[in-house]
């Protein structure tokens, strides 16, 4: 994502809140933290929430009001947390942090998302004042969410819509490629060696099952059920050499 963003605190009262704000603003790489007619004193415990957000902190710009605030913008997202569904009730439907992650993406310029205060949120003019409403999905008896975990889910979702090849992010975690053939060959040898090993016939389809559904909720990777393969080889190379010393006994 190219655009650059700016995060709208308006009218926060708490004053750990902001400082974590400027944390996760910092973490997912907005440009400025923007405090409009702030409740909060911004002081000691924010400085203290904000750890590597505190360049964003002491420089964030002050406006008068919401409009003073996004005036620069080129685009104003506002985050509520009513959920409009298809009710004419609201100004407009809102979007996830997912799809306005997909919105956002191709967009250069300024782009402002915009938090209310934590007790009753931004306002019917403030969100008539935005060009897009976001809604964080939650439980219908709590949807209300902590200023600042609404910040990081947004945030987030913003930053990884520019994709794994986004040279600004820390790399994704390591896709791990599954190999059917190999399952395939561990669960023909496991049935190898409870027939050598004398487990009973009748248990044999059960438990052979009961290992195909265990892999199938661990994903093993291809080097994983190489391992177990071995383990499969080791255990009948040992029967073979328990029979080889007890036929040289004999």
């Known amino acids: 994502m190219t655009a650059r963003i700016d995060v709208v605190l308006v009218r926060p009262k708490e004053d750990g809140n902001v400082g974590a704000v400027a944390r996760v603003a910092r973490n997912f790489g907005a440009d400025r933290l923007v405090l409009v007619a702030p409740r909060a004193r911004v002081g000691t415990e924010a400085r203290r929430r904000a750890m590597g957000g505190l360049g964003l902190l002491t420089g964030a710009a002050r406006a008068r009001s919401f409009a003073d605030a996004v005036v620069s913008a080129d685009l104003v997202v506002g985050t509520t947390d009513l959920s409009t569904g298809r009710s004419s009730a609201y100004l407009r439907r809102s979007v996830s942090p997912e799809r306005l992650g997909e919105l956002l993406r191709p967009l250069v310029g300024r782009i402002a998302i915009a938090f209310g205060p934590e007790d009753n949120g931004l306002s019917r003019d403030e969100l008539a004042r935005c060009?897009?409403?976001?809604?964080?999905?939650?439980?219908?008896?709590?949807?209300?969410?902590?200023?600042?975990?609404?910040?990081?889910?947004?945030?987030?979702?913003?930053?990884?819509?520019?994709?794994?090849?986004?040279?600004?992010?820390?790399?994704?975690?390591?896709?791990?490629?599954?190999?059917?053939?190999?399952?395939?060959?561990?669960?023909?040898?496991?049935?190898?060696?409870?027939?050598?090993?004398?487990?009973?016939?009748?248990?044999?389809?059960?438990?052979?099952?009961?290992?195909?559904?265990?892999?199938?909720?661990?994903?093993?990777?291809?080097?994983?059920?190489?391992?177990?393969?071995?383990?499969?080889?080791?255990?009948?190379?040992?029967?073979?050499?328990?029979?080889s010393r007890g036929r040289r006994q004999r």
Do not use: C, Q
Request: aromatic letters at 4%.
């Open 131 to 243: 060009d897009l409403v976001v809604h964080i999905p939650a439980r219908r008896e709590f949807p209300t969410l902590n200023l600042s975990h609404a910040a990081a889910i947004v945030l987030y979702a913003l930053h990884r819509a520019g994709g794994p090849g986004d040279p600004e992010t820390t790399p994704a975690p390591e896709v791990l490629p599954l190999d059917g053939r190999e399952k395939e060959l561990f669960l023909d040898r496991l049935g190898v060696l409870l027939t050598r090993t004398g487990y009973p016939a009748h248990k044999r389809r059960g438990l052979i099952l009961l290992f195909r559904r265990v892999l199938g909720r661990a994903t093993p990777t291809e080097a994983e059920h190489r391992m177990l393969l071995g383990l499969l080889k080791s255990t009948e190379r040992a029967l073979d050499r328990g029979k």
